[in-house]
C-alpha cells in the first residue's frame, strides 16, 4: 500500500479563524482515544451521593496520524506538541468552553469544559488515574454534562469520545516550495535562467524565515 502524504496542521495566530471553535460528542473519534464517564468516581475523602455528570478525555494527541478523506484524496493529518498547546490556550482565551457539538452536526446546551491541562509528564500525569494513556504534549479535557439527554446518551454509549472542530493552516505550501527546490536544485547553477536563480534564492530565504 502506498504511503500517504501526511500534512501537517498549525495555527496561524495572524487569521483571526484559526483555532479550536467547539469540542464534539462522537462515537468514533478521530484519534481514537476514548473518554471516560466519571460518573461513579468518587472524590477522596468525600462522599458523592448523585452522579457528577463529569467526562475527561484526549482532545489533541500530538504526533499522532489522522486519516482523512477529501473527494478522491487520502491522506494524514498530524499536530506538533507546540500547536496542541497553542490550540487549547487559544480555546480558553477565547471563551469557546461552552462551545460543544454532537457528531460534529447539532449544537448542544448544557456542556461545557471545566478543566483543561497538557500532559508534562505522562508517568505522572493525573490522567492517568482514569486510565487514558495520555503521552507527554497530550490535551486532556474535563467536561460537566448537565443537559439531561446528552447524559443519558454518554451512559447507554452513544458517544465514546471527544473531537475538535476548527481550522488551521497547514504545510502544503512549504512542502511544495520545498519540492521547488529540490528540483531547482538537480540543475547546474550555470544552466538555470535569471528568473529561476532568482526564483531559488526567493524560496530558499521564505522557508528560512519561517
Not at 35 to 42: D, E, T
Not at 56 to 76: M, S, T
Amino acid at each position: 500500500m502506498e504511503d500517504l502524504q501526511t500534512i501537517e496542521l498549525y495555527i496561524d495566530e495572524s487569521k483571526v479563524e484559526d483555532g479550536i471553535d467547539a469540542i464534539s460528542f462522537v462515537k468514533q473519534p478521530a484519534i481514537e482515544e476514548n473518554f471516560v464517564a466519571l460518573s461513579k468516581h468518587k472524590v477522596e475523602f468525600k462522599s458523592i451521593d448523585d452522579e457528577k455528570r463529569v467526562i475527561v478525555g484526549l482532545a489533541l494527541v500530538p504526533d499522532k496520524k489522522i486519516y482523512r478523506k477529501a473527494g478522491d484524496k487520502e491522506f494524514n493529518i498530524v499536530f506538533s506538541k507546540d500547536t496542541v498547546r497553542q490550540a487549547s490556550h487559544l480555546y480558553l482565551k477565547k471563551l469557546k468552553v461552552n462551545n460543544t457539538t454532537l457528531e460534529h452536526e447539532s449544537n448542544t446546551e448544557g456542556v461545557s469544559v471545566v478543566e483543561s491541562w497538557i500532559v508534562e509528564d505522562a508517568k505522572n500525569d493525573k490522567s492517568n488515574l482514569y486510565g487514558l494513556n495520555a503521552v507527554e504534549g497530550a490535551w486532556v479535557v474535563v467536561m460537566k454534562v448537565d443537559n439531561d439527554d446528552v447524559w443519558q446518551d454518554v451512559k447507554k454509549g452513544t458517544y465514546l469520545g471527544l473531537s475538535i472542530e476548527g481550522i488551521f493552516s497547514d504545510k502544503k505550501e512549504d512542502l511544495s516550495a520545498l519540492d521547488e527546490v529540490i528540483d531547482l536544485c538537480d540543475k547546474d547553477v550555470a544552466d538555470m535562467t535569471d528568473d529561476e536563480a532568482m526564483g531559488l534564492l526567493t524560496i530558499i530565504k521564505k522557508l528560512c524565515d519561517e
